[in-house]
């Protein structure tokens, strides 16, 4: 069994993603580790950038494709990878993202020495090279949290659930679950993953990666879409989906019970 899974799901981005392949290639020393690529029905020339390359390199990169494509979300996609995944630990990243040096290396070793977390994140660059964007932010960190244990769980979703995606996850955990195929998909995971977990790594003092495409026209589609169409704002959204889902849970976060430990580095807490 290796260390650690990579599941990227790929919808044209023909643009970023033979770069992103290459930094998950070039990250990671001293893990043993494999990449699983979902082609989720490309159309734009990403089939084949991602399958020569991971031809190229056989012996990490698996290259999968679905004969059609299953929506604007990339669930389907992440659940393929999912249920593939052969390791310890698994991770997600987008076919336009940019993986930081020893990012996962450090994500692997701090979650074998520590078995007691259940997941691991550290901070990220968003990098706008799209010139119609009209967005540029250097870095974002954990902002909601005051310190361990004082934790606002909707708003840190608010601002991270696809933060939290490109975490370290135990893999037999996260088989528990499925990404839902509806908005804010990376949110929902999470709270359903973190539901049974005691404690979690957030560390910004360290850099896990780039957004390395425009992503505000992204954002803004799916706080549009949540707003407009489900007739509620984002945070509501998830608030509901906690209440209905996990109602002790929700209570807990809600009402400030303060039964989630969590251990946060950096210097801006």
């Not at 090279?129 to 540029?136: D, H, K, P, Q, S």
């Not at 780039?210 to 489900?230: G, H, P, T, W």
Request: net charge negative.
């Amino acid at each position: 069994m290796k260390d650690l899974t990579i599941v990227v799901p790929l919808y044209n981005k023909v643009k970023y993603v033979e770069q992103c392949l290459a930094s998950i290639k070039g990250s990671i020393h001293e893990i043993d580790w494999e990449c699983i690529v979902v082609d989720d029905g490309s159309t734009d020339g990403s089939t084949e950038v991602a399958k020569k390359y991971c031809n190229e390199n056989h012996d990490r990169f698996t290259y999968l494709q679905c004969l059609r494509n299953h929506g604007p979300f990339p669930s389907y996609a992440r659940n393929v990878g999912i249920r593939m995944a052969d390791s310890e630990f698994l991770t997600f990243f987008d076919a336009d993202d940019l993986i930081c040096d020893g990012y996962l290396d450090r994500g692997v070793k701090f979650m074998k020495e520590n078995p007691d977390y259940c997941h691991y994140s550290e901070a990220f660059y968003n990098v706008d090279y799209e010139e119609n964007c009209g967005a540029y932010f250097e870095y974002c960190e954990f902002h909601p949290f005051t310190g361990v244990n004082d934790i606002d769980f909707p708003s840190i979703l608010k601002f991270g659930g696809g933060i939290y995606t490109r975490g370290i996850f135990k893999t037999q955990e996260a088989k528990k679950f499925r990404y839902q195929d509806k908005y804010l998909e990376d949110s929902l995971f999470i709270l359903d993953y973190m539901y049974p977990c005691k404690k979690v790594k957030l560390d910004n003092d360290k850099f896990s990666f780039y957004y390395f495409s425009c992503r505000c026209e992204q954002d803004i589609f799916a706080v549009d879409k949540v707003n407009n169409e489900l007739g509620m704002t984002e945070r509501q959204y998830l608030y509901n989906y906690m209440k209905e889902t996990y109602p002790d849970y929700y209570k807990a976060f809600i009402e400030s019970n303060k039964n989630y430990e969590v251990e946060i580095n950096g210097n801006n807490n």
